[in-house]
């Protein structure tokens, strides 16, 4: 028995020191983990489960439905929907959301050719797969953003079919964003009746609210549906994330699943219900204003990186609001050491908010010291 329990806490110690180890060296994911959700502990005493459709009535009673319908209540007027036209649930993360808003936009159109730039998230494609919708891939700027001209050329080739466009409110390797009025602009110069818009906003859905001078992001430009990733910006030690849609479409859509029972309208059966509270407990306890701060906190963050870099001789760039600095992919130390994402010849760090200058600036001093070239296998 003792042994048995010796067995158990080395386990714990080791998978917790290796986490702690590793954390104050994370600068290249999107995660934000500035947070102490140790008041939620106890509810792990607990078997909830949030089966079914969070605005519906359920015969499971242990969930957390009503604290799901404010996130998402929450999360619609972030992204300027009145919260009573929304619709929407707590996910498992941006691709769960990524695949609800296409299976949405699928079922609105029936028979679309869905769009897509270059610099999309690879979970589109795979979903684009599984729900075996036809599509199109459109060549990027430089910058990261969707080539328009190709954009509109493709459609117009395509005219006969209606298009379900996926856009990015945020690339993942770039933060790029796509220019919501132009893809509208280009619909409506096209005359096409019917059209989706669904926004991958994984990361930047949670920035874009919170500063000045925005570019468009939200259903007030024209948005469908929009996934948002719980564990990036909101923070969450658990994977999550938030897709909203217009209850509207819900409601029309309500007969494509009417097979798996009325209220079913979500993808998974059995859903998380500590997750909802965990983002629920984010959004209270840190408001809008708090959300402010730390936006402004990570901007602040990324233009003091991008200086740096260029002041010490290293070409680095970032988009407008946003966090994510990228620059000439660095040697295999640099990366590994500070667990940057590299694509091809370039890399990232994105400053969340534990990044802190000191951060950046040992970074810059590592890829100093470490040139490319160096300590290659
Ligand atoms: C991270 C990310 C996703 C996927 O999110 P998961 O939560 O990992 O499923 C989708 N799109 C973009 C742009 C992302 O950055």
Redesign the pocket.
């Known amino acids: 028995m003792l042994e048995k329990q010796t067995e158990l806490d080395r386990r714990i110690h080791q998978i917790r020191s290796e986490f702690e180890l590793l954390s104050p060296f994370s600068a290249g994911y999107?995660v934000n983990q500035e947070f102490d959700y140790s008041d939620l502990y106890p509810l792990l005493g607990y078997c909830g489960n949030n089966v079914g459709d969070p605005f519906a009535h359920s015969r499971y009673q242990s969930n957390t439905h009503e604290t799901e319908r404010e996130v998402v209540r929450a999360i619609a007027e972030m992204v300027r929907l009145p919260a009573d036209e929304a619709w929407g649930y707590v996910t498992?993360?941006?691709?769960?959301?990524?695949m609800y808003g296409i299976y949405v936009g699928r079922e609105m159109l029936r028979d679309p050719i869905a769009y897509f730039s270059q610099d999309?998230?690879y979970?589109?494609l795979k979903i684009l797969h599984v729900l075996n919708v036809r599509n199109i891939m459109i060549r990027s700027q430089e910058n990261g953003e969707m080539d328009y001209d190709d954009l509109r050329e493709s459609i117009f080739i395509n005219r006969d079919k209606p298009p379900l466009i996926v856009a990015?409110i945020?690339?993942?390797m770039k933060g790029a964003v796509d220019d919501l009025d132009k893809i509208r602009g280009i619909l409506s110069e096209l005359a096409l009746p019917r059209s989706y818009i669904h926004a991958?906003?994984?990361?930047s859905g949670m920035i874009l609210p919170f500063v000045d001078d925005p570019q468009p992001f939200g259903f007030d430009s024209g948005i469908d549906s929009i996934?948002i990733?719980g564990?990036?910006l909101i923070g969450s030690p658990l994977?999550c994330?938030v897709v909203v849609t217009k209850r509207d479409y819900t409601a029309q859509i309500g007969r494509a699943i009417e097979y798996v029972g009325a209220l079913d309208t979500t993808l998974l059966g059995s859903r998380n219900a500590f997750t909802p509270v965990i983002i629920w407990y984010s959004l209270t306890k840190n408001g809008r204003d708090g959300f402010r701060r730390i936006v402004a906190k990570m901007l602040d963050t990324a233009e003091y990186a991008v200086r740096q870099f260029n002041a010490n001789g290293i070409p680095a760039w970032r988009g407008k609001n946003s966090a994510t600095i990228v620059f000439p992919r660095p040697s295999p130390y640099v990366l590994f050491q500070w667990q940057l994402a590299p694509f091809g010849d370039i890399a990232h760090l994105i400053t969340m908010p534990h990044v802190t200058r000191e951060m950046v600036d040992n970074i810059i001093a590592d890829c100093l010291e470490w040139p490319p070239g160096t300590n290659e296998r």
């Open positions: 999107p498992t993360g941006g691709t769960e959301g990524n999309t998230h979970s589109v990015n945020g690339t993942t991958d906003a994984a990361l996934a990733s564990h990036k994977p994330g």
